[in-house]
């Protein structure tokens, strides 16, 4: 199992795809897929490439700038992604800095998603995480 990676620059595009699926198959509006966001700049690149393809489902998403991963997890809510990113800490015997939402709860759009993961991160870790700015709106 492995996910599928995504150049960075088609993060908000990414979404929008997402959005849209959650939008035309999942009519009770629940939380359609999750964003978890996870700092990985403790873990050496050849362990990270080993734990997303033994972690991560074929339909995952993945997205990174340097060492910030963005995991979009299709139809998995927030207490499913919490097992995914315990997962990852268990693979690396280290507790990785990590915060997620969900669509549409946390947010209705990408910027609106990614300001709210900018800002949360922001706040709980002091990581401005600048790489989202030509993405987000910050609230």
Do not use: W
């Amino acid at each position: 199992m492995a996910g599928v990676h995504f150049t960075f620059d088609n993060f908000k595009e990414l979404l929008n795809l997402y959005i849209g699926i959650a939008d035309r198959l999942d009519e009770n509006r629940a939380e359609s897929f999750t964003i978890l966001y996870c700092n990985f700049k403790n873990i050496k690149q050849a362990n990270i490439d080993s734990s997303l393809k033994e972690i991560l489902r074929t339909s995952d998403s993945i997205v990174n700038h340097e060492k910030d991963y963005f995991f979009v997890l299709p139809y998995t809510d927030k207490y499913g992604a919490e097992i995914v990113k315990k997962m990852f800490d268990s693979y690396f015997n280290d507790f990785a800095e990590s915060f997620l939402l969900s669509y549409p709860a946390d947010g209705e759009n990408p910027e609106a998603l990614l300001g709210s993961m900018q800002d949360s991160v922001s706040t709980f870790f002091k990581d401005d995480l600048r790489c989202l700015d030509r993405f987000a709106k910050v609230i």
